[in-house]
Nanobody
Framework: QVQLVESGGGLVQPGGSLRLSCAAS????????MGWYRQAPGKQRELVAR???????NYLDSVKGRFTISRDDAKNTVYLQMNSLKPEDTAVYYC????????????WGQGTQVTVSS
């Protein structure tokens, strides 16, 4: 089992920035992929960003150029730097980890609320 602890959510004005972090309890082991999903009220959960151990990234089209995902593998931590935030970015953000590229098992954080409002 992999435990994930998220932090960094909060209330921010449009145009502001937040940095989310997620630490995984998997020290001593490599992690194939780490990323972030979000779910807004009345909407489907969507992949925001993901990064593999090889450095490959995927971003939701609507966040490209504004959000940046990064990893600190020594700390088993993934970050999401969110700039130029918009009200439509308001959602609960969930960290996810896929330890093994050959096994489609994902672990989820508890979620952190991001609210973008003036």
């Amino acid at each position: 089992q992999v435990q994930l602890v998220e932090s960094g959510g909060g209330l921010v004005q449009p145009g502001g920035s937040l940095r989310l972090s997620c630490a995984a309890s998997r020290s001593g082991f490599s992690i194939f992929a780490m990323g972030w999903y979000r779910q807004a009220p009345g909407k489907q959960r969507e992949l925001v960003a993901r990064m593999t151990s090889g450095g490959n990234t995927n971003y939701l089209d609507s966040v490209k150029g504004r959000f940046t995902i990064s990893r600190d593998d020594a700390k088993n931590t993934v970050y999401l730097q969110m700039n130029s935030l918009k009200p439509e970015d308001t959602a609960v953000y969930y960290c996810t980890v896929r330890p093994d590229m050959k096994i489609s098992t994902n672990y989820w954080g508890q979620g952190t609320q991001v609210t973008v409002s003036s």
